[in-house]
């Protein structure tokens, strides 16, 4: 994170491939400048060439700031919670809960911007991957709940011409949403409106919905309850993808799932790992048919779909 911080990969890829221009490029004394070098050879993050430095090939695709796969802003919106991490016991001893843990009241438009800057880092790789996956040939409209900057339905929408969207999310929220969708000029087919979807009616009639990247936020009642109500509320033959960190079924791992669950803690919110299997159910249980779970990023998130029928 520090050698992400600091703008190392980027210098790198600009020029500075040895360790004394590291050292000029980022301010650094010489020895740290070979501490911070040795670490990331170590690591895999740089390979050597004699005295010359290189970028391994996934950092140079997604940690060298102004290439368009630039993820450095997910790399370091995380770091305020390292002194929370200090201090889980203390958080896994609070019995009070809070629906939405850290987005809870007091969740401001500047706090939002920040936070859905580093998720549209990674999330318009999401988005492209999904409309590959997924056939959208045929379909009026999309509703994405919790759908933060909107990248799935922006990319959607930039491959179906005739699809309009709607990204379902908190009133700070929807205010940075609208940023993004001029950005890619489709204010006119996708739009933002504000609601909470874990109590607030859900728009109607979208024959589409995605719930994506913000499942161990959640408990198994809370999102029993949002499937149920997005069954309700899409149009029939429309179909739900639910897209997570999940567990396997004998909920032992991967770890993902699992950090991500105990990361809640941290906020006090009700979330928690859910497994594929439980996903499944609550699929199933809320009426929606042909329920499948399929790989979505190997080892990271699952997709689980359903069709309410027609």
């Known amino acids: 994170?520090?050698?992400?911080?600091?703008?190392?990969?980027?210098?790198?890829?600009?020029?500075?491939?040895?360790?004394?221009?590291?050292?000029?490029?980022?301010?650094?004394?010489?020895?740290?400048?070979?501490?911070?070098?040795?670490?990331?050879?170590?690591?895999?993050?740089?390979?050597?060439d004699g005295e010359r430095l290189r970028n391994a090939p996934d950092v140079a695709r997604f940690l060298v700031e102004g290439e368009p796969t630039y993820a450095g802003p997910w790399m370091l919106f995380s770091k305020p919670d390292w002194n929370e991490?200090?201090?889980?016991?203390?958080?896994?001893?609070?019995?009070?809960?809070?629906?939405?843990?850290?987005?809870?009241?007091?969740?401001?438009?500047?706090?939002?911007?920040?936070?859905?800057?580093?998720?549209?880092?990674?999330?318009?790789?999401?988005?492209r991957r999904f409309v590959r996956q997924v056939d959208l040939t045929g379909r009026r409209q999309i509703l994405d709940l919790g759908g933060g900057s909107g990248c799935y339905c922006i990319v959607a929408a930039q491959r179906h011409p005739g699809l309009r969207a709607i990204v379902f999310d908190l009133p700070p929220v929807v205010e940075v949403t609208r940023e993004f969708i001029a950005s890619h000029g489709l204010a006119d087919r996708v739009t933002a409106q504000a609601?909470?979807?874990?109590?607030?009616?859900?728009p109607t009639g979208s024959d589409v919905m995605i719930m994506a990247s913000n499942l161990p936020?959640?408990?198994?009642?809370?999102?029993?309850?949002?499937?149920?109500?997005?069954?309700?509320?899409?149009?029939?033959g429309g179909e739900l993808h639910l897209i997570g960190e999940m567990l396997d079924a004998d909920r032992a791992g991967p770890r993902d799932p699992a950090l991500w669950g105990l990361a809640e803690a941290l906020w006090g919110s009700t979330g928690i790992a859910h497994s594929a299997a439980e996903c499944r159910a609550y699929f199933e249980r809320a009426g929606f048919r042909a329920v499948a779970a399929h790989e979505f990023v190997p080892g990271v998130l699952t997709r689980v779909s359903g069709t309410r029928p027609a």
Request: glycine share 10%; hydrophobic share 45%.
């Open 1 to 48: 994170m520090a050698a992400v911080e600091l703008g190392l990969f980027t210098h790198i890829a600009r020029g500075a491939d040895t360790e004394a221009a590291v050292a000029r490029a980022l301010d650094l004394s010489p020895t740290n400048a070979e501490r911070l070098v040795t670490a990331c050879v170590a690591l895999g993050l740089l390979a050597r």
């Open 85 to 127: 991490w200090g201090r889980l016991g203390s958080h896994l001893r609070r019995r009070d809960t809070v629906v939405l843990g850290k987005y809870a009241q007091g969740w401001t438009v500047e706090q939002a911007r920040k936070y859905h800057e580093a998720t549209y880092s990674i999330g318009m790789g999401a988005a």
């Open 195 to 202: 609601g909470d979807f874990t109590r607030d009616p859900l």
């Open 217 to 236: 936020q959640y408990s198994r009642e809370i999102i029993g309850t949002v499937i149920a109500q997005a069954f309700a509320a899409l149009a029939p």
